[in-house]
Nanobody
């Protein structure tokens, strides 16, 4: 499975961005897709996830601001980010795994496939 993340950029605090993760080379409907982010000097952290194509989960820090959605016809998973804050600045990665279990969805090491990352910068 190949993942291509896009949509990052520079935005002012309070603004919005949409990130997109395009998947190819596998059975998309079987993949659990997640978004992670990594700020400079920090560990990669969980942002949001669509578990087995049905249930969505969010990190507390982005809940009510970010929305994850999936389009199986297009093989894409989008992350809509609203009310962005400077602390949301990071490289955002999408990840996929066909057999991840629910208790592991927040752990980056549980995902087999990764995209290249897209930089989001939120200015104050």
């Amino acid at each position: 499975v190949q993942l291509q993340a896009s949509g990052g950029g520079l935005v002012q605090a309070g603004g919005s961005l949409r990130l997109s993760c395009a998947a190819s080379g596998g059975t998309f409907s079987r993949q659990t897709i997640g978004w992670f982010r990594q700020a400079p000097g920090k560990e990669r952290e969980f942002v949001a996830n669509i578990f087995r194509g049905v249930r969505v989960y969010y990190a507390d820090s982005v809940k009510d601001r970010f929305t994850i959605s999936r389009d199986n016809a297009k093989n894409t998973v989008d992350l809509y980010m609203n009310s962005l804050r400077p602390e949301d600045t990071a490289v955002y990665y999408c990840a996929a795994d066909p057999s991840i279990i629910l208790s592991s969805i927040r752990m980056p090491q549980s995902y087999e496939y990764w995209g290249q990352g897209t930089l989001v910068t939120v200015s104050s």
